[in-house]
């Protein structure tokens, strides 16, 4: 879709795709029905008190969530892991950059106050990068 901006996207709010350098994907559409990170949500869950994530944040360390998937990744494809130069949504790898919304990034979890922002969640197990991360863009004229 380079060169096109799609107008929406809809279903697609808790995917995750690695994508390298050269924004090839690395991964298969992680997305939201995708259970595989069960097993990493319940460790994160421990490891991290997660009653205490939730009444901090209002947010559950669910299967469905950025930091569970990505401590997945990170523990059963360390190589796909090391080599993504971003973790981006779905939506925004079809725009073909690295950039999301402020809405994208509340609902993939993502920003805000435990995620990867403040390294309670995320970077500890995953040891995810900054850098790796979407850079959040203000809303276009065309959305508001």
Known sequence: ???????????FAHSLVAVD?????????????????AG???????????ERIHARTGAF??????????????????EIFRRAEWFVSFADYIRGVPETSVSMASCTRVRG????????AVRRPAAIRASARPTLVPPSPRSV
Do not use: F
């Open 40 to 50: 990493a949500a319940e460790r994160l869950g421990k490891q991290l008190d997660a």
């Open 61 to 78: 360390l669910h299967p469905s969530y950025w930091p569970a998937k990505l401590a997945w990744l990170a523990e059963d494809e360390p």
């Open 21 to 37: 350098r050269e924004w090839n994907a690395l991964t298969p559409i992680l997305g939201w029905r995708d259970t595989r990170s």
């Open 113 to 120: 106050n435990w995620c990867v922002t403040s390294g309670l």
């Open 1 to 11: 879709m380079h060169g096109h901006v799609p107008d929406a996207v809809s279903c």
